[in-house]
């Protein structure tokens, strides 16, 4: 028996028995006793009895039928003064008796009733009462069919409780060893519930965090191999560098000969320090978009954004022939101006890198208000099993992996996780100049 059923047991249980408290109480001041009521019609052939042939009899013949009723009936009649009877009640019901009404004793089986109330039945007889004990009064039975019935009740809630917690229960144990899996280090595990399941949005989400973090480990292993192989040949540069200039200095070569070559050995270890920075630099941008969770938004135009990324890039288109098609009516955004720009530098910067002559920048809205961006270009293009693989970080073609063209593989990556925060993506395909088509898309509600 799992947990859940046992706390509803307990909890359906006290509420019950609470109810049942509650409907006695509330039922008692709006009408009543209930067990008195019972207890009445149990009693009511002896009150009628009484009523209907004891007290219709003369005034003389009153005591004589009263024994004759003694005499055939269990039940014991006897006459007793009025303060007794009064003793014998509780406050709530002496005003009863006083007015000559019936009044039960459900507890002792007995009931009360003044014998008359101006002494007519015989002389005394206003300070009388009757009162008949050892009634066939058995509340016992009302109870039991009150118990059968709350047990009825208890019994219908309950069933339905057991199997839906049954269900729960074993979607439960099933997260908690998808937990336990992935607290172990098996990072693909993953909880598999039905869709009618109660917690299924919550095992949804356990698994969407599970995929999120797991893909966020394999990036950081990725990352840490990357780093350490792009690392290797700056410094592999740095180090040769350094030995030559030992070298230089320890046979002191002189002469203009010598100065030229320790003068270039060392504008080439100025241009690898540079690029070790450009690299750092380029993976505290990556870092920090894998960080991010929200936007820095603001309303910024479009036109004169896009435009922005051309005036930055106008070292790098130098030779190439760019076509803008960017409308002035395009209008404006409301996301993060700094990232749009840098993914879109990048879409450009890749296509300079690879174009042959030309480079096309377009940009529209489309018609649910979104904005598409579309850089293109007349390169060699992408092979189409690789469109996927060149935004991971530090992913080349092989045809790039040179220090004039290359770079380090994180200008893409950098772009997709800027659209990806925005709620887009960036997708290529095959580009009507006969390069690669890189298609930005952002949503209107970024």
């Known amino acids: 028996m799992n947990r859940i059923f046992v706390r509803f047991f307990v909890l359906v249980m006290l509420a019950i028995t609470v109810a049942s408290f509650a409907i006695y109480f509330a039922i008692s001041y709006l009408f009543g006793d209930p067990f ?6 149990q009693a009511s052939g002896q009150i009628f009895l009484l009523e209907q042939y004891v007290d219709q009899a003369p005034a003389d013949e009153w ?4 024994n004759k009723v003694r005499e055939i009936s269990k039940v014991k009649f006897e006459l007793i003064p009025l303060k007794t009877a009064l003793a014998a009640l509780p406050a709530e019901k002496q005003a009863s008796l006083m007015h000559g009404d019936v009044v039960l004793d459900v507890a002792g089986k007995s009931f009360f009733r003044r014998v008359d109330l101006a002494g007519d039945k015989y002389i005394g007889s206003e300070e009388d009462v009757l009162r008949a004990e050892d ?3 058995d509340v016992g039975l009302a109870l039991r069919v009150e118990l059968v019935r709350y047990v009825i009740v208890a019994l219908c809630l309950l069933v339905p409780i057991a199997i839906w917690s049954s269900l729960h229960w074993r979607g439960l ?3 908690s060893k998808v937990a336990h899996d992935f607290g172990e280090g098996k990072l693909s595990a993953r909880a598999t519930i039905g869709r009618t399941a109660s917690i299924y949005p919550l095992a949804e989400r356990m698994n969407q965090m599970a995929g999120r973090i797991e893909g966020l480990l394999d990036a950081q292993k990725n990352l840490m191999h990357s ?3 792009e690392l290797r040949t700056p410094v592999a540069r740095l180090e040769f560098g350094l030995e030559l200039l030992r070298k230089d200095i320890q046979t002191e070569m002189k002469g203009d000969a010598g100065n030229a070559a320790a003068e270039a050995r060392i504008r080439n270890m100025e241009s690898d320090l540079i690029e070790l920075n450009t690299l750092v630099g380029e993976l505290l941008s990556l870092a920090k978009l894998d960080q991010q969770q929200e936007l820095q938004h603001e309303r910024f135009a479009l036109a004169d954004t896009l435009y922005g990324c051309v005036d930055i890039l106008s070292h790098a288109l130098a030779g190439k022939q760019l076509t803008a098609d960017i409308g002035e009516n395009i209008g404006s955004l409301d996301g993060d101006r700094r990232l749009i720009s840098r993914a879109v530098t990048n879409l450009m910067t890749n296509a300079a890198k690879y174009a042959n002559h030309r480079i096309s920048l377009s940009a529209r809205r489309l018609k649910d208000n979104g904005l598409e961006v579309i850089v293109e270009d007349d390169g060699p293009g992408i092979p189409l099993e690789e469109r996927e693989r060149i935004f991971d970080a530090f992913y080349r073609l092989d045809r790039s992996r040179d220090r004039a063209t290359g770079g380090f593989g994180l200008g893409l990556a950098i772009a997709q996780k800027a659209a990806l925060l925005h709620g887009g993506r960036i997708a290529v395909a095959e580009s009507s ?11 209107a509600h970024a």
């Open 63 to 66: 005591l004589p039928r009263l």
């Open 227 to 229: 780093v350490s192989h």
């Open 433 to 443: 100049l006969g390069g690669a088509k890189f298609v930005l898309n952002i949503p």
């Open 173 to 175: 144990q099933s997260l």
């Open 36 to 41: 008195e009521e019972i207890a009445l019609k």
């Open 135 to 137: 009634l066939p009064v």
